[in-house]
């Protein structure tokens, strides 16, 4: 994200805008070039940035450099108008798409070609992991690949000569030999997660929850799964994250942990309430960042999980919130 945002000229008084919800970096690399984080609120079905609301903060902004999505636990992130908006105003967005490789927009294209660039992670974790740390941009942008190319080897525009200030951030032929591997896996992969997902959707809802295009406690059983897909959409299941009472969500965690399943909670706390980042936090609280912070939590979800598990997993979580 760093060598992206600095490619299209990021730097000190800039302002780049992105969603509240996210990881540290995807707000960290905006403050480390020396721009401004502008933070917005996100979708309370999606979790992705809100276009509304995004919208509306770009409107103020005098001087909004580029706009920095996210794709949240392998969904892409739809801008609608707010896209049309940053068009007519020649505003590049970089696609921070981390945890989606491998999916699809309503419009059925794949992740990254509705944006100026899109960045990757390979970390261990991610659906594409490598051996350790790791990452790739892609770009139709012949332009910005070379200032790319440039800047991930210190600034070497040519044998011997340096003519900026870059890093060194070239991707170890070892992580590349096993991303090559993996990389044929990755389609089966991913049907695998969403096949795992699909079925954490048909459980919970026989259980009475609804998926998060409905109110929570709106059903029998207070949790909301995944938003389901739209049109040609496809995501990826980086994380299968449902949505229970705040209030109840700690005897959840711990029915779990008892029955000796995993979880996680992405993420506890909003970007615009990380202590580096206070100096950039809005006047006014951000609503759906936050209910989403008090109310998410993620299950277990990896290809080589069963449907059984499946079932013992989501069977743990209503009884906990049946009680």
């Known amino acids: 994200i760093w060598l992206a945002l600095r490619a299209i000229g990021v730097g000190p008084g800039d302002e780049v805008l992105c969603p509240a919800y996210s990881f540290f970096a995807s707000a960290s690399t905006i403050a480390r070039l020396g721009a401004r984080p502008v933070f917005a609120d996100i979708d309370n079905a999606t979790l992705n940035l809100d276009p509304a ?19 949240l636990f392998g969904r892409v992130c739809e801008l609608g108008e707010f896209e049309t908006y940053c068009q007519d105003r020649e505003i590049p967005i970089i696609e921070d798409a ?80 096993a991303l090559s591997i993996k990389l044929r896996h990755l389609e089966a992969w991913t049907e695998d ?91 006014e609280a951000l609503v759906e960042t936050e209910r989403a912070c008090s109310e998410s939590l993620a299950l277990p979800l990896f290809p080589e999980l069963g449907l059984d598990s499946v079932e013992r997993i989501s069977g743990t979580v209503s009884r906990a919130l049946t009680k």
């Open 53 to 71: 609301d995004a919208l509306r903060r770009a409107g103020d902004l005098d001087h909004l450099k580029a706009v920095l999505t996210v794709d």
């Open 98 to 177: 981390a945890q989606a490789v491998g999916a699809c927009n309503e419009a059925g294209q794949a992740v990254g070609q509705g944006a100026l660039a899109a960045c990757f992670s390979f970390y261990p974790t991610k659906n594409l992991g490598a051996l350790g740390d790791g990452g790739g941009i892609v770009t139709r942008s012949a332009e910005l690949a070379k200032a790319v190319s440039t800047l991930r080897n210190h600034g070497e525009t040519e044998p011997g000569v340096y003519s900026e200030l870059g890093i060194n951030s070239r991707l170890d032929a070892i992580q590349a030999v």
């Open 193 to 283: 997660r969403r096949r795992l997902a699909h079925h954490y959707d048909a459980l919970f809802a026989d259980r009475g929850a609804c998926p998060s295009t409905e109110a929570l406690g709106s059903s029998s059983l207070p949790l909301q799964t995944p938003c389901p897909d739209q049109g040609a959409a496809r995501q990826t299941y980086h994380r299968y994250v449902i949505r229970v009472p705040a209030a109840q969500r700690p005897r959840i965690i711990e029915a779990l942990h008892e029955d000796g399943i995993a979880c996680e909670v992405y993420y506890p706390r909003g970007l615009h309430q990380q202590p580096a980042l206070a100096e950039f936090a809005p006047a």
